[in-house]
């Protein structure tokens, strides 16, 4: 076995990192728009970072009783309870293992679980994104696509007006 | 009882019934014989004797009177003298008749006589003494003599005379007696006589004709075993001409099993001289195959310790992965604390720009760690994938070398067995040969001892004539025996 392309990827992460420091601070550049990368179910789906507060990992979530179908739970972020709702029982997918990944919605504090998280994505604003719509229907605002994969864009306030209306449904439902 | 009596028993018992039957004879005759004898004796010595006696009181009684009558006649002491002896035998013969007198009837007699005589003493002593004394003449003493002595002289005789008739009658009526029992003791002589002979007829009939069916079935067997004989032997001469030419096949046969034998025990010699050669080589071979499973007791050793060796870098694998999780795990969340910073510095506005460009530093880096783990883990787990192989191989390997241990194993256990059989084939190679010189040398005994019974055989065939012959003579007699027991069944 060679080990000389470890070495020389070990090389090369090591001057990434020290460049970074190194290098003078850029901050006059075109305007662009930072996405995250993430799957619901089986589908791949994109999600702009300036929709959302924070991304989280692992968080173990409490079962309440509800009859909300969408709400998995409340979790606490930064000190705050945060309700967990499960896009996949919002968009329709069937249910399956617990979902590892969380994204607090930005200026609220709810919370979506979806299943994977495949990475950050920033490119120039409107660029490769389509109005045509998604999958997830009204829960979308484009697609975006990168080599051979498309990915819906999700909307997230159309998302939290959802959900706003199937708590006060349930409320009214309760009362 | 007397069916199973021997021919000698019956002959002897015959003969002793009747020498008992003789003895019988004897006895009786002898008892008879003594019976006469004793009645003669007693006729002989009491009535005869008697009877002599009482002529002997006759005479001594006259020569008594004689005297006394000379003494009368002339007084001299001479007839005195002679007339006392005269007394004297008188009362002698006396005193013997009353010891000798057996019926009370003659005791009486002779007492009447004995008083008598006394009577006849005291006239004869008065007389005497009277004759004696006087001188005077003779009348008177005669005329006493007549009228006193003379009547007691003829009472004397008298009593005598009764006595000898008495006497001359127990006599006869003793010869009567005697003559009486010498009849019966001849009557019953010849009575046992007849019997005796009777018997002896009889015993000589039952005696001939028990003999005779005796001897005469004897005779039969002998002459049914005569025929027998004959017949075997005319068997044996034939069986022992047979023999004579068995013998000879034998001697033959014999010859060519000793060359048989000598050419066994060369061959038995070549081959045990072939078997210690082949030990030597299954020795020889034995060592080469010890080597060889020890070289691969030596492989086996190897490939265990490979096998280890890539268990152990399987591990080493293992926690690399699990290092490499721990690696993975830091540049997720680095990449979450990225993203998470780049969010915070874009709500910070233009004071969290140049933060926003670490952040995204950070998460770039981040980012190709976490590429360059999925890299290395795809690159440890083809490693393990070999390693796994590897160990696949190698315990393959391992079995393999197993079953190869195990057929060299089997190899030399089998090279074992074949020296061992060929250590056993050359005893037995060399026990044949021995065997073989030992059975040659008792076939060549053989070979002598059948000479003799060549010549024993030869023999035989002469005694089986000699036994034809002597059993024809055998079958003659047992005829000229039938014929002389048995007249009318002879052939």
Same mark, same amino acid.
């Given at each position: 076995?060679?080990?000389?392309?470890?070495?020389?990827?070990?090389?090369?992460? /090591?001057?990434?990192?020290?460049?970074?420091?190194?290098?003078?601070?850029?901050?006059?550049?075109?305007?662009?728009?930072?996405?995250?990368?993430?799957?619901?179910?089986?589908?791949?789906?994109?999600?702009? &970072?300036?929709?959302?507060?924070? &991304?989280?990992?692992?968080?173990?979530?409490?079962?309440?009783?509800?009859?909300?179908?969408?709400?998995?739970?409340?979790?606490?972020?930064?000190?705050?309870?945060?309700?967990?709702?499960?896009?996949?029982?919002?968009?329709?997918?069937?249910?399956?293992?617990?979902?590892?990944?969380?994204?607090?919605?930005?200026?609220?504090?709810?919370?979506?679980?979806?299943?994977?998280?495949?990475?950050?994505?920033?490119?120039?604003?409107?660029?490769?994104?389509?109005?045509?719509?998604?999958?997830?229907?009204?829960?979308?605002?484009?697609?975006?696509?990168?080599?051979?994969?498309?990915?819906?864009? &999700?909307?997230?306030?159309?998302?939290?007006?959802?959900?706003?209306?199937?708590?006060?449904?349930?409320?009214?439902?309760?009362? | 009882?007397?069916?199973?009596?021997?021919?000698?028993?019956? &002959?002897?018992?015959?003969?002793?019934?009747?020498?008992?039957?003789?003895?019988?004879?004897?006895?009786?005759? $002898?008892?008879?014989?003594?019976?006469?004898?004793?009645?003669?004796?007693?006729?002989?010595?009491?009535?005869?004797?008697?009877?002599?006696?009482?002529?002997?009181? /006759?005479?001594?009684?006259?020569?008594?009177?004689?005297?006394? *009558?000379?003494?009368?006649?002339?007084?001299?002491?001479?007839?005195?003298?002679?007339?006392?002896?005269?007394?004297?035998?008188?009362?002698?013969?006396?005193?013997?008749?009353?010891?000798?007198?057996?019926?009370?009837?003659?005791? @009486?007699?002779?007492?009447?006589?004995?008083?008598?005589?006394? +009577?006849?003493?005291?006239?004869?002593?008065?007389?005497?003494?009277?004759?004696?004394?006087?001188?005077?003449?003779?009348?008177?003493?005669?005329?006493?003599?007549?009228?006193?002595?003379?009547?007691?002289?003829?009472?004397?005789?008298?009593?005598?005379?009764?006595?000898?008739?008495?006497?001359?009658?127990?006599?006869?009526?003793?010869?009567?007696?005697?003559?009486?029992?010498?009849?019966?003791?001849?009557?019953?002589?010849?009575?046992?006589?007849?019997?005796?002979?009777?018997?002896?007829?009889?015993?000589?009939?039952?005696?001939?004709?028990?003999?005779? *069916?005796?001897?005469?079935?004897?005779?039969?067997?002998?002459?049914?075993?005569?025929?027998?004989?004959?017949?075997?032997?005319?068997?044996?001469?034939?069986?022992?001409?047979? @023999?004579?030419?068995?013998?000879?096949?034998?001697?033959?046969?014999?010859?060519?099993?000793?060359?048989?034998?000598?050419?066994?025990?060369?061959?038995?010699?070549?081959?045990?001289?072939?078997?210690?050669?082949?030990?030597?080589?299954?020795?020889?071979?034995?060592?080469?195959?010890?080597?060889?499973?020890?070289?691969?007791?030596?492989?086996? /050793?190897? $490939?265990?310790?490979?096998?280890?060796?890539?268990?152990?870098?399987?591990?080493?694998?293992?926690?690399?992965?699990?290092?490499?999780?721990?690696?993975?795990?830091?540049?997720?969340?680095?990449? %979450?604390?990225?993203?998470?910073?780049?969010?915070?510095?874009?709500?910070?506005?233009?004071?969290?720009?140049?933060?926003?460009?670490?952040? +995204?530093? %950070?998460?770039?880096?981040?980012?190709?760690?976490?590429?360059?783990?999925?890299? %290395?883990?795809?690159?440890?787990?083809?490693?393990?994938?070999? $390693?796994?192989?590897?160990?696949?191989?190698?315990?393959?390997?391992?079995?393999?070398?197993?079953?190869?241990? /195990?057929?060299?194993?089997?190899?030399?256990?089998?090279?074992?067995?074949?020296?061992?059989?060929?250590?056993?084939?050359?005893?037995?190679?060399? +026990?044949?040969?021995?065997?073989?010189?030992?059975?040659?040398?008792?076939?060549?005994?053989?070979?002598?001892?059948?000479?003799?019974?060549?010549?024993?055989?030869?023999?035989?065939?002469?005694?089986?004539?000699?036994?034809?012959?002597?059993?024809?003579?055998?079958?003659?007699?047992?005829?000229?025996?039938?014929?002389?027991?048995?007249?009318?069944?002879?052939?």
């Amino acid at each position: 076995m060679n080990d000389s392309p470890l070495q020389d990827k070990l090389a090369a992460l /090591r001057l990434a990192f020290d460049r970074a420091f190194a290098v003078a601070p850029v901050t006059s550049r075109a305007p662009t728009e930072d996405l995250l990368a993430i799957r619901v179910g089986p589908d791949p789906y994109a999600v702009r &970072l300036a929709e959302i507060s924070g &991304l989280y990992a692992d968080r173990k979530v409490t079962i309440l009783p509800t009859a909300i179908p969408e709400l998995l739970g409340i979790t606490g972020v930064r000190g705050a309870v945060v309700p967990v709702y499960d896009l996949r029982a919002l968009f329709g997918y069937p249910l399956g293992e617990p979902s590892r990944w969380l994204m607090v919605a930005a200026g609220t504090t709810v919370g979506f679980a979806f299943d994977g998280f495949d990475g950050h994505l920033r490119f120039p604003k409107a660029e490769r994104l389509s109005e045509e719509p998604g999958r997830a229907g009204p829960y979308t605002r484009g697609v975006l696509t990168t080599g051979d994969v498309s990915r819906p864009v &999700l909307n997230v306030g159309n998302m939290l007006e959802a959900i706003q209306r199937r708590a006060q449904a349930a409320r009214t439902q309760e009362e | 009882m007397t069916r199973h009596w021997t021919f000698g028993q019956r &002959l002897a018992a015959g003969f002793a019934v009747t020498v008992v039957l003789a003895i019988a004879i004897g006895i009786v005759s $002898v008892y008879a014989l003594r019976a006469v004898v004793t009645s003669k004796d007693s006729v002989i010595n009491v009535n005869a004797h008697n009877l002599t006696e009482a002529e002997r009181l /006759r005479a001594t009684l006259e020569r008594k009177i004689a005297a006394f *009558r000379g003494f009368l006649l002339s007084p001299e002491d001479q007839y005195l003298e002679r007339m006392r002896e005269a007394r004297s035998e008188f009362l002698a013969a006396l005193a013997r008749l009353k010891g000798n007198v057996i019926t009370e009837e003659s005791r @009486q007699m002779i007492d009447a006589v004995e008083r008598f005589e006394a +009577e006849h003493q005291q006239v004869a002593e008065r007389l005497v003494a009277q004759r004696r004394r006087s001188t005077a003449p003779l009348d008177p003493v005669a005329q006493a003599f007549d009228e006193q002595a003379a009547p007691k002289r003829d009472q004397i005789d008298g009593s005598i005379r009764s006595f000898v008739s008495l006497e001359e009658r127990l006599l006869g009526q003793a010869r009567q007696a005697s003559t009486d029992t010498a009849s019966s003791a001849i009557n019953t002589t010849v009575v046992i006589a007849v019997i005796v002979v009777l018997f002896s007829v009889l015993a000589a009939v039952f005696l001939t004709r028990t003999l005779g *069916r005796q001897i005469g079935t004897a005779v039969g067997q002998v002459q049914s075993s005569s025929a027998e004989l004959q017949s075997a032997a005319n068997q044996q001469a034939t069986g022992a001409k047979e @023999q004579a030419t068995a013998m000879s096949e034998i001697t033959t046969t014999i010859t060519e099993l000793l060359a048989t034998s000598r050419q066994i025990a060369e061959s038995a010699q070549r081959v045990a001289q072939i078997a210690e050669q082949t030990a030597e080589a299954a020795r020889s071979g034995e060592g080469t195959v010890e080597k060889a499973h020890e070289s691969i007791a030596g492989i086996r /050793r190897q $490939v265990d310790q490979i096998v280890s060796h890539m268990l152990e870098l399987g591990k080493k694998s293992q926690q690399i992965g699990a290092v490499l999780d721990i690696v993975s795990e830091l540049a997720e969340q680095t990449n %979450i604390l990225a993203i998470n910073a780049t969010i915070e510095a874009a709500g910070a506005g233009e004071a969290g720009k140049r933060f926003a460009v670490v952040a +995204e530093e %950070i998460r770039k880096l981040a980012d190709r760690v976490g590429g360059s783990t999925k890299e %290395i883990r795809s690159l440890i787990e083809d490693v393990r994938g070999a $390693v796994n192989t590897t160990v696949m191989a190698t315990e393959t390997g391992s079995k393999t070398v197993d079953v190869g241990s /195990r057929q060299f194993s089997e190899v030399a256990a089998s090279f074992k067995r074949i020296a061992a059989s060929v250590a056993t084939t050359m005893e037995a190679a060399r +026990e044949i040969e021995l065997s073989t010189k030992q059975q040659t040398s008792a076939v060549e005994q053989v070979n002598v001892a059948i000479a003799d019974v060549a010549q024993t055989t030869k023999e035989t065939e002469a005694s089986s004539s000699q036994t034809l012959q002597t059993a024809s003579q055998l079958a003659t007699l047992s005829k000229d025996l039938m014929r002389v027991i048995q007249p009318q069944h002879a052939v």
